[in-house]
């Protein structure tokens, strides 16, 4: 089983960016597909980005695509999401999630079965 640790949001203005970070403890994420998602109060939990950690595959959802990446660092063991361009819309919790290599991509998040515990993220002036 791998533990999750999220971290690295804040208050940004509009225009700014943020650099999320997701860490494993307990396994690596060598057989992982990694991904992020957000929520919004009131709002669903959205897909943001999901990348397969042994091939470097990547995919992310329309709000975001341009703006954000997703990236990953094997001596870390870290997944990183590189968020440019914020916009006040992006206000949310942050959460990662990690699932199984199966079929790529996965996009809901019923589809993970490991999260982080979230981080805030607040675009504001």
């Known amino acids: 089983q791998v533990q999750l640790v999220d971290s690295g949001g804040g208050l940004v203005q509009p225009g700014g960016s943020l650099r999320l970070s997701c860490a494993a403890s307990g396994r690596t994420f060598s057989t992982y597909d990694v991904g992020w998602f957000r929520q919004a109060p009131g709002k669903e939990r959205e897909f943001v980005a999901t990348?397969?950690?042994?091939?470097?595959?990547?995919y992310y959802g329309d709000s975001v695509k341009g703006r954000f990446t997703i990236s990953r660092d094997n001596a870390k063991g870290t997944v990183y999401l590189q968020m440019n361009s914020l916009k006040p819309e992006d206000t949310a919790v942050y959460y990662c999630?990690?699932?199984?290599?199966?079929?790529?991509?996965?996009?809901?998040?019923?589809?993970?079965?490991?999260w982080g515990q979230g981080t805030q993220v607040t675009v504001s002036s």
């Open positions: 990348i397969r950690w042994s091939a470097g595959y990547t």
């Open positions: 999630a990690a699932r199984t290599e199966t079929i790529f991509p996965r996009t809901r998040p019923n589809d993970y079965d490991y």
